[in-house]
């Protein structure tokens, strides 16, 4: 087995633990006689999987009782026309737009309603987060929307947006479980799960329970109703069972690693290692400015194409996996999520000065 140090934006790195305790399971999970994979979402064995699962993220990200903690399908896109479908009574929403994926999401809001754009980042390649303290906030606006980390470009919004008591939602996808938040600041918080918590093809939506009612935009599809997965403790339909498998192995773990506390002071040292090193380095550079840099995703550049290029394929060779940057945005990025091992930083930045000797 030859394991490399996965720096992935998503699907990403997990922890080797839960990859190993998922394959010891696999033939026969806790003497069922099957596969996760192959088990009734209806069964007994299924439903405290599940009941768990939501259990131990309540218990890690402390959510009130007052929200709904919701297992959906469609990716953390389908929640861009989720979100106005369910909360747009006034048709009305304010988003900040700090990188593509806000875009994206205020883009598709557009179909349902007025959706201003009433801050934005795009002059500076969204390389910064604005100041967001006295935003002109729309008077009847439903909700004021924010991307909380921007994993494509690396900026992290530092403190929440002052939305002047209109309801906040953020899509948390690329920074998901790296530190503790206070839910109750949010209306909603929601994110992909294949960034920082497990595979593919989940979202966790974190829902205030006054929201989740039948009072959405006409002619919005039954599964796109926030009550009608609540209603069925997000059972409606077969969900992604084995995603939540896996993600419950990794809120255990999580809780193991001494909780959210625990991965934020672990977060800062791996992020720290290497911004320390690009601030000092005379060939690779940050990319963002520094009051706004992610602790989750790293962009960098040399300042010639040529040279990236070079670099990420003998960073390839040498075990380090998927440091180009999106291709939308160029350079390098690391991604290094709550699962990548400080080890992992360590010997990157090891790398990149032996690579800068050479080529300098
Ligand atoms: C990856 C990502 C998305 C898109 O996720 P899908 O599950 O592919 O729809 C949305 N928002 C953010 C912040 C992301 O990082």
């Not at 009941?51 to 890690?60: G, H, M, N, T």
């Not at 796109?224 to 209603?231: I, P, Q, R, S, V």
Request: charged share 25%; proline share 4%; aromatic share 10%.
């Amino acid at each position: 087995m030859n394991r490399v140090y996965n720096f992935s934006a998503g699907p990403a790195v997990l922890p080797e633990e839960v990859l190993l305790e998922a394959q010891a399971e696999m033939m026969d999970y806790n003497g069922t006689g099957m596969s996760v994979m192959e088990m009734s979402h209806r069964s007994k064995a299924f439903d405290q999987i599940i009941q768990e699962a939501e259990q131990d993220l309540r218990d890690l990200m402390k959510i009130p009782d007052n929200y709904k903690v919701l297992f959906l399908q469609g990716g953390a896109s389908l929640q861009f026309a989720m979100i106005p479908m369910n909360l747009m009574k006034n048709k009305v929403a304010d988003y900040i737009v700090t990188g593509q994926w806000a875009k994206k999401a205020w883009q598709e809001a557009q179909k349902y309603g007025t959706a201003n754009k009433i801050a934005s980042s795009e002059d500076k390649t969204f390389s910064y987060i604005p100041d967001c303290s006295d935003l002109p906030i729309s008077e009847n606006a439903d909700y004021v929307y924010i991307c909380e980390n921007n994993t494509i470009y690396g900026t992290k919004f530092k403190t929440l947006p002052n939305t002047k008591g209109k309801d906040l939602v953020a899509d948390v996808s690329s920074c998901f479980l790296s530190e503790p938040i206070d839910v109750s600041k949010y209306a909603i918080v929601y994110g992909g799960v294949q960034k920082n918590i497990g595979p593919a093809g989940m979202v966790i939506a974190i829902v205030r329970d006054d929201l989740i009612t039948d009072d959405v935009l006409p002619q919005t599809p039954t599964m796109m109703k926030y009550k009608t997965h609540a209603d069925a403790d997000s059972l409606y339909n077969t969900p992604n069972c084995y995603c939540i498998y896996i993600c419950g192995k990794v809120f255990k773990w999580l809780k193991k690693q001494g909780g959210l506390e625990g991965m934020k002071e672990h977060n800062e040292k791996k992020a720290k290692i290497l911004y320390d090193f690009l601030d000092e380095s005379k060939m690779f550079k940050g990319t963002v400015e520094k009051e706004s840099r992610s602790l989750m995703n790293v962009t960098f550049v040399t300042g010639d194409t040529d040279l990236d290029a070079k670099f990420v394929k003998e960073a390839k060779e040498s075990g380090f996996d998927n440091l180009k940057g999106h291709r939308t945005a160029g350079g390098m990025r690391a991604s290094i999520y709550n699962a990548m091992p400080i080890d992992g930083v360590k010997a990157l930045v090891e790398f990149m000065r032996k690579f800068e000797k050479e080529n300098i």
